[in-house]
């Protein structure tokens, strides 16, 4: 079966960082995604990842290991404006995007 | 223009009613999805339009009716629903061999 597994609610304080791990057993990888989804809105595209590797985007990171799969999102300099819900999800050999259940973060002042 | 809209933005309906929501893009994406979310869960796909052609259907009861006109807009037509239809129904397009994928704000559903 297709399963992906990230924590279900994380707390960091605002300043800190922050590492939101995902871990995935797919038929297939085509590429993992990041998605950052506030209450009651869409989720809104933050990085994607098919190399082994960190890709660095601004005060966010996302890391891939395809053999271990493992992937991290690594949130620098917490701001309240990031509590959210964040959401990796992996394309199988079907490129059909297979999504976590998002981990909720919660940043404290 | 990176946009997806949808609308309307809240829908209230009955179980007998009829109605559409709608979806368009003008990014020149050429597949466009239809997703239903439950509060705290991940998206569920519901349809996959590629090149206007209906090319994912997961197993959705048909009293949801997709319809994809052209290929900057996308429709869902909605018959006969039930309470636990009620979600947020979100709009996506991507464009062949880019992995971003675009979403509207979604549609707030709820069936009374």
């Known amino acids: 079966g297709q399963n992906i597994d990230q924590p279900t609610e994380m707390t960091a304080t605002e300043g800190a960082i922050v590492q939101i791990n995902c871990t995935y057993q797919t038929s297939g990888f085509n590429g993992l995604f990041w998605y950052q989804q506030h209450a009651g809105e869409a989720p809104t595209f933050l990085s994607y990842?098919?190399l082994d590797g960190l890709e660095e985007k601004g005060r966010f990171s996302s890391f891939l290991s395809r053999s271990k799969g493992y992937s991290y999102l690594l949130l620098k300099e917490l701001q309240m404006k990031d509590s959210a819900s964040y959401l990796c999800a992996v394309t199988d050999s079907n490129y059909q995007l297979i999504w976590g259940a998002g981990t909720k973060l919660i940043i404290k002042p | 223009d990176t946009e997806v809209t949808q609308t309307p933005k809240h829908l209230v309906m009955g179980m007998t009613n009829k109605k559409s929501l709608k979806c368009e893009q003008h990014?020149?994406?050429?597949?466009m999805y239809w997703y239903k979310q439950k509060a705290k869960k991940p998206p569920e796909l519901m349809f996959v339009y590629s090149y206007e052609k209906l090319s994912i259907n997961e197993s959705v009861p048909s009293r949801f009716s997709p319809e994809c006109p052209n290929s900057s807009l996308l429709n869902l037509h909605l018959h006969a629903l039930q309470p636990e239809d009620s979600a947020l129904y979100l709009c996506?397009?991507?464009?062949?061999?880019?992995?971003?994928?675009?979403f509207g704000p979604g549609t707030r559903l709820t069936v009374t």
């Open positions: 990014m020149g994406h050429r597949a």
């Open positions: 990842n098919v």
């Open positions: 996506a397009s991507s464009q062949g061999g880019s992995p971003s994928m675009y």
